[in-house]
């Protein structure tokens, strides 16, 4: 089949599906199915990525699948375009999804323990309701608590492919080095090249944190480049 089609296909594919396609859709689209196609696919798909390496999109393969989205270097002019308030989150929440993230399975109370404060309610709310978190399971102890996860959509959502993909943590920064924020469009904020190195550890949470507030998620149209951003402002919530 001609590369170029293949490309051409591939790329009003995935513009046109909104969400992330597996090599299994993306090969599905083509009458074909004689088992060399998915090679082909592939190709194709590798030679988009080296094309769009010097334009303000990227092709990302993520948990769910391959995507195209905004390039993080042009995130914050495009993200004019959108005039909704963006939502930022609390220091709080980002501490515990950070422990979710680094330490799953694990119960709310263990996550009270290492922070040093109580959980706000809001906060797991907020991070179901991004679909963020799971329970994953019950911890085996009186009470049966629910022991929380990360979900598909976290990975997506901070461009990652699995877990293993996270930061280790002696590759990350202090958290009082490094102020993060998750956010969305409109922020000013200087967009991290990678957004993965600004993911809060687990480790560096030790320390009694501020108290929780509610995090006050706000409704906003999202790019196709979301991730952590290190913005230097202070943590805010609403």
Same mark, same amino acid.
């Given at each position: 089949?001609?590369?170029?089609?293949?490309?051409?296909?591939?790329?009003?594919?995935?513009?046109? =599906? &909104?969400?992330?396609?597996?090599?299994?859709?993306?090969?599905?689209?083509?009458?074909? /199915?004689? *088992?060399?196609?998915?090679?082909?696919?592939?190709? =194709?798909?590798?030679?988009?990525?080296?094309? $769009?390496?010097? /334009?303000?999109? @990227?092709?990302?393969?993520?948990? +769910? *699948? $391959?995507?195209?989205?905004?390039?993080?270097?042009?995130?914050?002019?495009?993200?004019?375009?959108?005039?909704?308030?963006?939502?930022? $989150? +609390?220091?709080?929440?980002?501490?515990?999804? =950070?422990?979710?993230?680094?330490?799953?399975?694990?119960?709310? &109370?263990?996550? @009270?323990?290492?922070? *040093?404060?109580?959980?706000?309610?809001?906060?797991?709310?907020?991070?179901?309701?991004?679909?963020?978190?799971? %329970? %994953?399971?019950?911890?085996?102890?009186?009470?049966?608590?629910?022991?929380?996860?990360?979900?598909?959509?976290?990975?997506?959502?901070?461009?990652?492919?699995?877990?293993?993909?996270?930061?280790?943590?002696?590759?990350?920064?202090?958290?009082?080095?490094? /102020? %993060?924020?998750?956010?969305?469009?409109?922020?000013?904020?200087? %967009?991290?090249?990678d957004p993965q190195d600004s993911l809060n550890t687990a480790a560096e949470l030790d320390s009694p944190a501020d108290d929780d507030e509610e995090p006050g998620l706000q409704s906003a149209a999202e790019p196709r480049s979301q991730g952590l951003v290190a913005s230097g402002a202070q943590?805010?919530?609403?």
């Open positions: 089949m001609n590369p170029q089609y293949l490309k051409n296909v591939i790329e009003a594919s995935l513009l046109a =599906a &909104g969400r992330p396609l597996t090599l299994e859709e993306l090969t599905n689209v083509f009458d074909e /199915r004689d *088992g060399t196609i998915a090679e082909e696919v592939k190709s =194709a798909i590798a030679a988009l990525i080296e094309e $769009y390496e010097t /334009r303000g999109l @990227e092709l990302l393969e993520v948990a +769910s *699948g $391959y995507r195209i989205q905004i390039r993080a270097a042009v995130a914050q002019p495009v993200s004019r375009l959108w005039q909704e308030r963006p939502a930022k $989150y +609390s220091r709080a929440l980002l501490e515990t999804l =950070a422990l979710i993230a680094y330490r799953q399975p694990i119960t709310r &109370g263990e996550i @009270e323990q290492i922070r *040093g404060v109580a959980v706000n309610p809001n906060i797991i709310k907020t991070l179901h309701e991004r679909n963020w978190i799971r %329970v %994953v399971g019950h911890r085996d102890v009186p009470g049966k608590p629910e022991l929380l996860g990360t979900t598909r959509e976290f990975l997506d959502y901070f461009n990652l492919k699995k877990l293993d993909d996270l930061p280790t943590l002696a590759q990350l920064k202090e958290l009082e080095d490094l /102020r %993060v924020q998750l956010t969305l469009p409109g922020a000013e904020a200087e %967009v991290l090249t943590d805010e919530t609403s």
